[in-house]
């Protein structure tokens, strides 16, 4: 959740305003898209609501924690043990098995995942016969599997995806659509996701639209043409 969130980059003349006052809620146990024109302050406010960068005013709520309250340590640790995350560009470690990739964040937290929930994981992201193979054997849309598997494999309280279908033909990037939309009706995961595409957003329960770092609308139920519509709108 954001409240009255602001972040400016820069100061002076020179100041980019990337979001402007914004106040928004991510409800929990749902699936949400955030979408809008290039630099329209989207990326920037999922990192905020994430933890990853910090507002220049306002606050942030991950479930009851003002991420204001938390040091540098102490955002690691949330986004460690609260959070997970999905990007654009896998982030995977190269060195690692799918499976060592898939549990890093628990290791690095001292913590070993529970066998059934890392079961449970590999049998929805269908990648029992890959966990011992590096990235470099896997597909693109492997790879971004084994992403959405490391980023659900904690049971975090919500997971922020950034673009996740965005390196990814359409039959993988629906894959992972469908795989993001198990988490939150098996699982009762949050997602907050970033998108600029209408079919992606219509697996969302709502979307957010934003445009100049404001919220410009929200829509429940979307559909990709309804989605499609109001973007043709911001584009005008």
């Excluded at 942030?60 to 654009?88: C, H, K, P, Y």
């Excluded at 359409?170 to 995961?189: C, K, M, N, W, Y």
């Excluded at 329960?205 to 109001?230: E, I, Y």
């Amino acid at each position: 959740m954001l409240v009255g969130a602001v972040k400016r980059y820069g100061s002076g003349q020179s100041a980019v305003v990337a979001l402007d006052d914004v106040t928004i809620a991510f409800p929990a146990e749902k699936f949400t898209a955030v979408m809008g024109p290039s630099g329209s302050g989207k990326s920037t406010m999922m990192h905020c609501a994430a933890g990853l960068d910090r507002l220049t005013s306002g606050r942030a709520f991950v479930g009851n924690t003002d991420l204001s309250t938390l040091d540098d340590r102490g955002l690691t640790m949330l986004r460690r043990e609260r959070i997970g995350f999905v990007f654009q560009g896998f982030n995977l470690v190269a060195t690692l098995t799918a499976e060592e990739n898939i549990c890093l964040p628990l290791t690095l937290s001292g913590r070993r995942p529970s066998g059934e929930v890392l079961d449970q994981v590999v049998t929805l992201l269908r990648l029992g016969d890959r966990l011992h193979h590096r990235p470099a054997e896997l597909s693109g849309g492997q790879q971004q599997r084994v992403a959405v598997a490391r980023a659900l494999v904690a049971r975090p309280q919500v997971v922020f995806a950034d673009e996740p279908t965005g390196n990814l033909d359409t039959r993988s990037g629906q894959e992972i659509l469908g795989f993001l939309r198990s988490a939150v009706d098996l699982h009762h995961q949050s997602i907050v996701m970033v998108t600029h595409d209408p079919n992606a957003a219509a697996w969302a329960d709502r979307v957010v639209f934003v445009v100049d770092g404001r919220v410009h609308d929200v829509m429940d139920r979307p559909s990709a043409d309804s989605v499609l519509d109001v973007m043709k709108g911001l584009g005008r």
